[in-house]
């Protein structure tokens, strides 16, 4: 359900809360905007490095997909009135230093990478998406990897351990390590802006910290499903 003014308690007024509420908005609309261009970026060069031209094209494809979220975030803020440039800039860094600490050393690196990563950013999004407006909820809704892509990395993976199983250790061990640095770097987003200490009038910097506690156990769950569903150890 989305927040409006009218939900603020007597100790925060309705136009402390829109604003607090508006903040929260514009900082989460200018993560995910440069997650999903840093996103774009990264997968097009990774596709460089395919082993044939149909694996390229399914690392292209997400790549076009992202870029396509990253437009959405920006159409949202531009809505908002805000600058999506000015938005995205105290997540550069962060965003930037994150793909630096995961670089895929091959091309079945850069696979797990964008299957983990598009998985945990996408869940992420979803859960906090909750909490929001209609407006922001639906335009948050639309930044996903589809279920056809999705299915289609899986059935590479999938073809690439069965192809060489020597490989099982090695992208188990990977993936540990990447939903490591995402989880890490959910948090570090959060505790820098405040994630969610703007949806709720009486929010506290505790409250949060639980909420964001409780989604992250939800997001290694999950991860830990589809690692086994590749037949990997999370």
Known sequence: MGISASDADDSVSA??????????????????????????????????????????????RMAVSEFGHYEAMCARLDEMGM????????????????HERTRPADWHESL???????????????????????GTRDAIAKVRTSDAQTAELTGLLKKMLSEDPRLSSRLALWGRRLVGEALTQVQRIGAKHSFLVGLRPDATQEQAAAEVHAILSALTRNHSKRMSGLGLTA
């Open 15 to 60: 136009g402390e809360f829109s604003a607090r509420y508006d903040s929260f908005v514009v900082d989460l609309l200018g993560s995910i905007a440069y997650g999903e261009l840093s996103a774009f970026v990264r997968l097009a060069a990774d596709a460089q490095h395919a082993p044939s031209l149909r694996d390229r094209s399914v690392l292209g």
């Open 83 to 98: 600058d999506p440039e000015l938005a995205m800039a105290p997540y550069q860094r962060m965003v930037d230093a994150f």
């Open 112 to 134: 797990m990478k964008a299957y983990v990563v598009e998985a945990i950013t996408g869940e992420f999004y979803a859960a906090i998406a909750e909490h929001l407006d209609e």
